[in-house]
């Protein structure tokens, strides 16, 4: 949270003896710490947590939702938010094909929460899909199918319209298995030829432009804290 390592390189630290705590090095990785009240050190500098941050990336086609260098050599979103201090980590994860909206935060509280199914956030996706979309494949998505890991109902879907022999659809799920939308609407005849994220919850994209990042606005954070069950204090 002070922005000096990785949670796991952290426990390396400590182990190595190069971190002190008032003044004595510790080296029992369960030794816990009031940020207040007590000094840290690393190598004999003094290090304090960075502020909480919440920003929201308009993640583009072709970028891996990880930090770090991928062992694949394709672009990661790290190269996006480069210039963000705090260790932010990405809230869930878009496929690599997959555009649209990711939440990037250092609060792991919130982070939990919002994946959690049981807070039920919506995730709203445009999902334009080969093929004529029917009415009554339209009925039949609503009332769910039996996946291989069990079975999945949107919590909306609906025709935005049709594009030439293909269709866009608007679908939501508030979980989020791998995959998801992907392999819902092909199990109904309908592959799915480019997928959007635009909104989680009550954050919506907007004018972000693909590979753009921005922080919340108080008012969304308030909303989003509020939607999954927390009070926002800033
Ligand atoms: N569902 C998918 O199939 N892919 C994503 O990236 C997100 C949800």
């Given at each position: 949270m002070c922005g000096v390592s990785s949670r796991r390189k952290a426990d390396q630290l400590i182990k190595e003896g190069r971190v002190k705590v008032n003044g004595q090095v510790v080296r029992d990785l369960g030794v816990k710490i009031d940020p207040e009240l007590d000094r840290v050190e690393v190598d004999g500098k003094e290090v304090r947590p960075l502020r909480k941050r919440y920003i929201i990336l308009n993640k583009p086609c072709?970028?891996?939702?990880?930090?770090?260098?991928s062992q694949s050599g394709k672009k990661t979103i790290e190269e996006l938010i480069k210039d963000i201090p705090e260790r932010v980590f990405p809230v869930g994860r878009l496929d690599y094909n997959t555009e649209g909206l990711l939440i990037l935060t250092n609060d792991g509280e919130l982070a939990n929460r919002v994946l959690?199914?049981?807070?039920?956030l919506p995730k709203v996706y445009l999902a334009l899909v080969k093929g004529k979309v029917s009415k009554n494949t339209l009925r039949k998505m609503k009332r769910g199918i039996e996946l291989e890991d069990g079975f999945a109902v949107p919590d909306d879907v609906r025709i935005v319209r049709y594009e030439g022999d293909n269709t866009l659809l608007e679908i939501t799920f508030h979980e989020g298995r791998k995959h998801i939308v992907k392999r819902f609407l092909a199990s109904f005849g309908h592959p799915v030829i480019k997928l959007k994220r635009i909104a989680i919850g009550p954050l919506t994209l907007g004018k972000?432009?693909?590979?753009k990042w921005r922080d919340l606005s108080e008012r969304e954070l308030r909303q989003l804290f509020s939607a999954v069950g927390l009070k926002y204090s800033p």
């Amino acid at each position: 949270m002070c922005g000096v390592s990785s949670r796991r390189k952290a426990d390396q630290l400590i182990k190595e003896g190069r971190v002190k705590v008032n003044g004595q090095v510790v080296r029992d990785l369960g030794v816990k710490i009031d940020p207040e009240l007590d000094r840290v050190e690393v190598d004999g500098k003094e290090v304090r947590p960075l502020r909480k941050r919440y920003i929201i990336l308009n993640k583009p086609c072709c970028y891996l939702t990880q930090l770090g260098k991928s062992q694949s050599g394709k672009k990661t979103i790290e190269e996006l938010i480069k210039d963000i201090p705090e260790r932010v980590f990405p809230v869930g994860r878009l496929d690599y094909n997959t555009e649209g909206l990711l939440i990037l935060t250092n609060d792991g509280e919130l982070a939990n929460r919002v994946l959690h199914p049981r807070y039920k956030l919506p995730k709203v996706y445009l999902a334009l899909v080969k093929g004529k979309v029917s009415k009554n494949t339209l009925r039949k998505m609503k009332r769910g199918i039996e996946l291989e890991d069990g079975f999945a109902v949107p919590d909306d879907v609906r025709i935005v319209r049709y594009e030439g022999d293909n269709t866009l659809l608007e679908i939501t799920f508030h979980e989020g298995r791998k995959h998801i939308v992907k392999r819902f609407l092909a199990s109904f005849g309908h592959p799915v030829i480019k997928l959007k994220r635009i909104a989680i919850g009550p954050l919506t994209l907007g004018k972000l432009p693909p590979g753009k990042w921005r922080d919340l606005s108080e008012r969304e954070l308030r909303q989003l804290f509020s939607a999954v069950g927390l009070k926002y204090s800033p």
